[in-house]
């Protein structure tokens, strides 16, 4: 039976990459046979029993017997079929024996080639010195290299490296411009160590293999086992190419110049910055001289151009018998608005602390009863008149059908009730908050206390004064005019106590930012 070992079945990689055996250990003399492993603490044994035949070990150098023989003369070990004698463990040699390898040369020869450009060159160009040396500043186009000022430009020393060994890498870098007029592609070397530089750290430190060389000898084969170690070198090429591109010249100088639109951020960003923190040095008197909010003003008048953004039309409704007000973000296409269940929202929350606009004026209204001092009276019950129709959604029985034509009498369908029971307007506060005239007149001075009180559009600042009233009381602000619905109970009572001369509303205008509610 013939057993193959490491020697016999291994080679050192090739490729781009060159080896240099600076140290060795060699077993001479081995031959196929029967012989005891070297002591190790898994092979030592005393008795057979500690040898179990046909067992393979990766770490061992044959195939056990069964059998426990002598070593030498104090320890004994497993009997293998290998090539004998084994091997021993032994340390590298100290200092190298190839030390003189440092001086050895090396040559180079590197092909490029960058198929889009149509270009092929090499690092060895006809009629260069061929007893140059590489220097990297006296001489840096020079493809011969000496092993030993390779480990000196990593920092190594080339003595320890030869003891263990270890992995250089040559780096050939190209960076080559093809242009006719500024042509120049000559590579730059470059040398780094690839391997683990320390030995304490690394289990397996530096770089070795084995092989062997085989020989007969009285018709018996035999064979000389070399570790060596050394230093392998590997070839490692990178570089870039390129020529002169009209189109691509264009697309950098596009993309260079869609930078400068950052600028704009930039001016807006300051103007917004500067600007602003004046004007509020403005407000306290501390910039009287400043007049940057105008040209703020002015700089995006023309910079920007406003556009109103369509959306559906907000309304809010406000129910008697419901503590929140409700808002509908939808168009209505023929539903009524008493039909529409909308979202929940909550009601603004009053501040009582200026009541100028809910005290009575000082001089009351003599048509009107007194007010009893509580804040709201029980609604009293007023039958619906026999003479008009009640609308199927009335819910109070003092709503009237619509005037407006087509869809937009939807938004006039809504009574002040969820569901059944006394109208809002039968209750004595509406009458004094909404109705009462000297009340009105009260708020519209209070207001503007120059108001002329024309005769003939008296009626109509009144109505429209009740109208805000009634969003106030219900709604929680006028700011809602533009978007709240009265309903239609409501509005009517408003529209009886002031009329228009013509008997013509126009009812309920979708609101804008610039006008409010018009009715």
């Known amino acids: 039976m013939r057993v193959l070992d490491t020697a016999d079945y291994t080679f050192p990689l090739q490729g781009n990459s060159f080896f240099v055996m600076t140290n060795f250990i060699s077993t001479e003399g081995q031959m196929q046979g029967l012989c005891p ?65 440092e001086n050895f040369t090396v040559l180079i020869k590197n092909n490029i080639d960058f198929p889009g450009h149509n270009y092929t060159t090499r690092n060895i160009l006809p009629g260069f010195n061929i007893t140059c040396t590489f220097h990297k500043t006296q001489n840096p186009q020079c493809p011969i290299f000496r092993l ?6 990593v920092g190594e020393n080339f003595s320890e490296v030869a003891v263990q060994g270890g992995i250089i890498g040559i780096e050939i870098y190209w960076d080559c411009n093809l242009d006719r007029w500024f042509h120049s592609c ?5 040398f780094r160590r690839l391997d683990d530089r320390t030995t304490i750290e690394s289990l397996y430190p530096g770089y070795n293999f084995r092989f062997a060389r085989y020989y007969m000898e009285g018709n018996i084969e035999k064979r ?4 060596a170690f050394g230093i392998r070198f590997d070839i490692l090429v990178f570089g870039t190419g390129g020529k002169f591109d009209f189109i691509q010249m264009v697309v950098y100088i596009g993309s260079t110049l869609s930078y400068f639109g950052l600028a704009t951020v930039f001016i807006d960003f300051l103007i917004d910055t500067y600007s602003s923190a004046c004007c509020r040095s ?37 129910f008697v018998d419901e503590p929140h007000i409700r808002m509908v973000e939808q168009q209505l296409l023929g539903k009524s608005l008493q039909e529409v269940e909308g979202e929940e929202v909550p009601r603004p929350q009053r501040d009582f602390t200026d009541l100028a606009k809910l005290s009575p004026p000082p001089h009351p209204d003599p048509s009107l009863s007194p ?9 009293k019950k007023e039958p619906t008149s026999p003479s008009r129709a009640r609308p199927k959604w009335c819910r109070c029985g003092h709503c009237r059908p619509s005037q407006l034509p087509g869809s937009s009498k939807s938004l006039e369908e809504l009574c ?30 209070y207001q503007d206390p120059l108001l002329e009180m024309d005769a003939d559009a008296l009626n109509d600042q009144l109505r429209h004064c009740a109208y805000r009233r009634y969003i106030d009381w219900r709604f929680g602000s006028e700011d809602m005019a533009g978007f709240s619905i ?14 228009k001369q013509d008997g013509k509303y126009t009812g309920f205008k979708n609101p804008s930012p610039y006008t409010h509610l018009e009715r």
């Open 37 to 101: 492993e070297y002591p190790t603490r898994r092979t030592l044994c005393s008795t057979d029993q500690g040898c179990k035949k046909g067992r393979k070990d990766p770490l061992s150098k044959g195939i056990q017997t069964g059998r426990c023989i002598q070593y030498n003369a104090t320890k004994k070990t497993c009997e293998v079929s290998a090539w004998c004698p084994v091997e021993p463990e032994r340390e590298a040699p100290r200092p190298a024996l190839l030390i003189s390898a």
């Open 148 to 153: 030993g000022d390779i480990l000196q430009e």
């Open 186 to 190: 000559r590579p730059k070397y470059g």
């Open 224 to 227: 000389n086992l070399v570790k």
């Open 282 to 318: 403005q407000v306290y008197r501390c910039c009287p001289a400043c007049e940057p909010c105008g040209v703020n003003e002015y700089y995006y008048r023309k910079k920007c151009e406003t556009v109103e953004e369509l959306k559906p039309t907000l309304k809010y409704v406000s």
């Open 371 to 379: 007010v009893p001092p509580e804040e709201m009276q029980p609604l």
């Open 416 to 445: 002040c009730r969820r569901s059944g029971g006394p109208c809002i307007t039968t209750s004595a506060l509406f009458e004094e908050l909404v109705l009462s005239r000297s009340t009105l007149r009260f708020l519209l001075l």
């Open 486 to 499: 009265l309903p239609s109970c409501c509005r009517w009572k408003i529209r009886d106590h002031f009329p």
